[in-house]
């Protein structure tokens, strides 16, 4: 059995640093280091559109922004297959099947789902396309037999509903399919970064997103308006790194070497956050400073984006090629599921010659 990565994103807007530090990043370097066999990379247009049924028009249009992003921050497709969910209609037969082996209430004990249904105001009129998906990200991921998925902490409830469905398929039916692990960011500060205005989570929602794609002005539009300690009043005042949005994104973008050339009266992050603690550090110094660290890291990704958005017929052809791939690696997986449910009618010489003797024999 191969060792296959699979992960993908929502297309309800372009993707933010909380993307790029949560799996992103990650997806690159593992893509290049080339330990895996193969590598899917996907569109979930089919989940985004459980809570946007109203609005297709703005999955649509993001489909180009997730691919520029993709494209822009180094997922190369000679590398990894970049695909759109919706074209792989195996997916929908295999969540079918999938439906049929957990219960509801498993599905509402879920923590990630309970946290967007609360979030999407969905308490009172839950769409049955938005409670079941996370039957359909099992899907996503057992019908190419993904042994891994880089992604947040916040995806664990669901990875291992995975587990636990291609575990019940594998004992009801025939052990086809493959239970997969979670891979998470190295940089713990990076499992789940804050928004700029503090919150728990970056979220295209709460409007608190720096975008891979926005430009110096903007980042620093939004850097220099970043929550930082409400009890730093005065320079002099002793400061707390501890709920920081600007020290938490420092954690997980700063390196040594941008201190050396953006601030080298510190030698590293660790120091810096010494002396913000005993007093004397102002605020907008520390935004400065990750101001121009998170510029020198998407000025490369900004000159790609620029790039691929020359020629977007060319981008649509890569997510064809790649939907193609993707289709053809999900039907030899439904081969096998169908196979093993023991609905493969046409296909089991055996089912039509044991019938065939049957009804000869009356």
């Known amino acids: 059995m191969g060792k296959i990565i699979l992960t993908g994103d929502r297309p309800t ?12 990043r990650r997806r690159v370097e593992l893509q290049n280091l080339g330990d895996y066999d193969k590598m899917f990379v996907f569109m979930a247009d089919v989940q985004a559109l459980t809570d946007n049924a109203d609005n297709p028009e703005k999955i649509r249009q993001n ?17 990894c297959v970049l695909y759109i969910q ?4 195996e997916l929908a037969e295999l969540t079918t099947y999938f439906m049929n082996l957990i219960t ?11 946290t967007e249904i609360k979030m999407r105001n969905f308490e009172a009129n839950i769409p049955m396309g938005f409670f079941a ?13 993904g042994t891994t998925v880089p992604a947040g902490e916040d995806q664990e409830p669901m990875i291992e509903v995975t587990r636990e469905i291609v575990r019940r398929f594998n004992q009801v039916y025939s052990p086809v399919l493959v239970e997969p692990t979670i891979m998470l960011p190295q940089n713990a500060t990076a499992r789940r970064l804050p928004g700029t205005d503090g919150k728990e989570k970056m979220s295209k929602s709460l409007g608190n997103c720096i975008y891979l794609s926005d430009d110096a002005d903007t980042v620093w539009q939004k850097v220099r308006g970043m929550y930082t300690d409400p009890t730093h009043v005065n320079v002099s005042d002793p400061g707390h790194v501890e709920g920081n949005a600007v020290f938490t ?12 050339e953006f601030w080298p009266e510190f030698a590293n992050l660790e120091e810096l956050k010494a002396a913000y603690s005993a007093g004397g550090i102002g605020d907008m110094k520390c935004k400065k400073l990750l101001n121009s ?11 790609r984006r620029h790039e691929f958005e020359q020629d977007i017929p060319e981008v649509y052809n890569i997510l064809k090629k790649g939907s193609d ?11 096998e599921v169908r196979a093993a449910m023991q609905i493969n009618y046409f296909h089991d010489a055996e089912l039509i010659r044991s019938q065939s003797e049957r009804f000869r024999a009356k």
């Open 13 to 24: 807007g372009k993707l933010h640093l909380g993307h790029y530090i949560g799996s992103l």
């Open 133 to 145: 998906y996370p039957v359909s990200q099992a899907a996503d991921i057992a019908a190419f037999k």
């Open 86 to 89: 919706s074209m792989i209609p």
């Open 249 to 260: 994104y420092l954690d997980a973008f700063s390196t040594d070497e941008d201190f050396a």
């Open 293 to 303: 660290v998170l510029n020198k890291m998407l000025d490369p990704i900004r000159v």
């Open 63 to 79: 489909i180009i922004e997730v691919a520029l992003d993709y494209l822009s921050v180094g997922l190369d497709p000679e590398k």
């Open 104 to 114: 509801v209430s498993r599905v509402q004990r879920n923590p990630t789902v309970k």
């Open 325 to 335: 791939v993707a289709r053809a690696e999900a039907a030899k997986t439904m081969d």
